[in-house]
Nanobody, 126 residues
Framework: VQLQASGGGSVQAGGSLRLSCSAS????????IGWFRQAPGKEREGIAC????????YYADSVKGRFTVSRDMAKNTVYLQMNSLKIEDTAVYYC????????????????????WGQGTQVTVSS
């Protein structure tokens, strides 16, 4: 299984970026794709996920209303559209996949995601 995150960069506060996560090598359907971020000195934070069956999306309060996760099944790619970026959104962003559908309370818990891509840096400046 391989996950490849891309699309990070530097942007001014209030700007937008779209991250992509291409997924390959799954021998069966995955349960969910999640987006996580980790800022220096902070724990990894789950910010969004999309459930494979049903396409439902879930967000952390910190990004709700600003970030949107979507999927292009034909391209095996999950996107994270990030709008109205804030300085505090600066972090390394990761995508990850869970083999099984996570329970409601664990949708944004990094521990239930067992396949991880490399991170992509997002830097938001004033």
């Amino acid at each position: 299984v391989q996950l490849q995150a891309s699309g990070g960069g530097s942007v001014q506060a209030g700007g937008s970026l779209r991250l992509s996560c291409s997924a390959s090598g799954f021998s069966r359907d995955y349960g969910a794709i999640g987006w996580f971020r980790q800022a220096p000195g902070k724990e990894r934070e789950g910010i969004a996920c999309i459930i494979n069956r049903g396409n439902s999306a879930y967000y952390a309060d910190s990004v709700k209303g600003r970030f949107t996760v979507s999927r292009d099944m034909a391209k095996n790619t999950v996107y994270l559209q990030m709008n109205s970026l804030k300085i505090e959104d600066t972090a390394v962003y990761y995508c990850a996949a869970s083999s099984n559908r996570p329970i409601v309370s664990a949708r944004l818990n990094p521990n239930v995601y067992n396949f991880w891509g490399q991170g992509t840096q997002v830097t938001v400046s004033s």
